[in-house]
Nanobody, 114 residues
Framework: QVQLVESGGGLVQPGGSLRLSCAAS????????LNWYRQAPGKEREFVAS???????YYTDSVKGRFTISRDNARNTVYLQMNSLKSEDTAVYYC????????WGQGLQVTVSS
């Protein structure tokens, strides 16, 4: 079955960095694009970044220049490198993939606070 398992979240000070990982299984990883979303307290889930099967990337405006999405097809893993973190980046972060339906990981808390 399809599984997406996120890791790497936690507490970080403003201006700090974190790298999130999403390990995938149960489908042909290299053939699909993957995405990161986030949901802040009291807000709707929002798109953060995507990487296509060919490696093309796309970001929401608020993270451009600070976040980098990448993929390692040998490890079936997608990453989100987050630099210059701000308090407004605090959220639960999710990876997802759309196969015949949309699959989500379990979510990962990222808290940016001093």
């Amino acid at each position: 079955q399809v599984q997406l398992v996120e890791s790497g979240g936690g507490l970080v000070q403003p201006g700090g960095s974190l790298r999130l990982s999403c390990a995938a299984s149960g489908f042909t990883f290299k053939s699909y694009g993957l995405n990161w979303y986030r949901q802040a307290p009291g807000k709707e889930r929002e798109f953060v970044a995507s990487v296509s099967s060919g490696g093309s990337t796309y970001y929401t405006d608020s993270v451009k220049g600070r976040f980098t999405i990448s993929r390692d097809n040998a490890r079936n893993t997608v990453y989100l490198q987050m630099n210059s973190l701000k308090s407004e980046d605090t959220a639960v972060y999710y990876c997802n993939v759309r196969l015949f339906k949309l699959y989500w990981g379990q979510g990962l808390q990222v808290t940016v606070s001093s």
